[in-house]
Structures are given as structure tokens and as C-alpha cells.
């Protein structure tokens, strides 16, 4: 694993645990936006099918911009640009890329 400096990250992703829910919610948000973040996803899990939830960094603050569940698609444009659902997260990419 290559650790990388909060400057040179555009989208933190956290995959929920029962075990980190708490901390997932409420902490690392935080703490991502004070390392100034541009974009956070939260995947949960659900009986359904996972949920993600999308923030964007608004003034030092994240704003909820999606909740995607199976069922629903959505179309990011930043930091990646694709579509995410249930079955399309593997899609996405950076803007300018070609390829899977």
C-alpha cells in the first residue's frame, strides 16, 4: 500500500463496516474536508444492495450530491466522470481517461 499526502487526493471512498459505522459517518468526513479533500463517497451496506452516498467539498464543508441504491443511477462529473450504481462503480474514471 502506497500512502499518499491529503493534498494529492481528489476522492476518499470509505466502505462502511458495523464495526466503523459510527466513525465512518460522523468523523471522517470531518477529517477529510480539514485535509481539503474535493470528494467523499461512503458506501453502506444494505439488504438491497449497497448505497453510495457522494459529497463534494463546498467552502471546507462536504454537501450530499447523490445517494445512489440499486435502482438508481447516477451520472459524476467530479472528481471522476461515469456512471455509478449498484453495478456500474468499476465504471467510473478519471476525467480525460481512456480504457477500463
Not at 20 to 46: N, Q, T
Not at 67 to 72: A, L
Amino acid at each position: 500500500m502506497t500512502w499518499r499526502e491529503a493534498k494529492d487526493v481528489a476522492l476518499a471512498v470509505e466502505i462502511e463496516s458495523p464495526a466503523s459505522r459510527r466513525f465512518d459517518r460522523r468523523d471522517k468526513p470531518d477529517l477529510h474536508a480539514e485535509a481539503g479533500i474535493p470528494a467523499y463517497w461512503r458506501v453502506e451496506r444494505h439488504p438491497e444492495g449497497p448505497h453510495l452516498h457522494a459529497y463534494e467539498l463546498v467552502d471546507g464543508e462536504y454537501v450530499h450530491v447523490a445517494w445512489v441504491r440499486p435502482g438508481v443511477a447516477w451520472q459524476a462529473t467530479s472528481p471522476l466522470s461515469g456512471r455509478a450504481g449498484a453495478r456500474h462503480l468499476g465504471d467510473l474514471k478519471a476525467p480525460g481517461t481512456v480504457g477500463p
